[in-house]
């Protein structure tokens, strides 16, 4: 099994982040590897990512979707032999910020022959998590106070 993940504190609450995630045009721009995502980003949807880090489509499933607090896309090979499993968890912190964590997992028994093409994936979530950070500065702010 291989696991990649970034954490970190984007200055916005989860609704505003969970807009930017669900938004594949929005994810495509702030996702550094990502060259193109068709599909909609919603519960059960399959999605179609083309990254720049490796050289096949890959098919992935929303299998969770909780809005404003976690989405499971799960993906891989039939049979289970090759199998990827990306998590998104927003966590609401004090100030209005959000803790954002990003985890790719990939596993099964076909992982040891392909585990040579799988880039690491955590410095792009990096940045995905700080480019989503500018995306959120930039929304405007609504109050409910007049």
């Not at 050289?55 to 090979?77: C, D, E, N, R, T």
């Not at 954002?100 to 992982?111: D, R």
Request: charged residues 20%; contains cysteine; glycine residues 4%.
């Amino acid at each position: 099994m291989k696991t990649y993940q970034a954490g970190g504190m984007i200055q916005a609450r989860p609704e505003v982040i969970w807009a930017l995630l669900t938004d594949a045009e929005i994810y495509t721009a702030c996702d550094p590897s990502c060259e193109r995502l068709e599909g909609r980003i919603q519960s059960d949807a399959l999605l179609s990512l083309q990254s720049a880090l490796e050289s096949q489509l890959i098919q992935y499933q929303v299998k969770s979707f909780k809005p404003q607090h976690k989405m499971v896309w799960a993906g891989g090979m039939p049979l289970g032999l090759l199998r990827r499993e990306r998590t998104f968890v927003l966590r609401a912190s004090e100030n209005s910020q959000t803790a954002v964590l990003i985890q790719e997992i990939v596993s099964g028994p076909l992982l040891r022959f392909f585990s040579h093409s799988i880039p690491d994936l955590s410095e792009t979530f990096r940045e995905l998590i700080h480019n989503l950070n500018l995306r959120a500065l930039q929304q405007p702010v609504f109050s409910s106070e007049l």
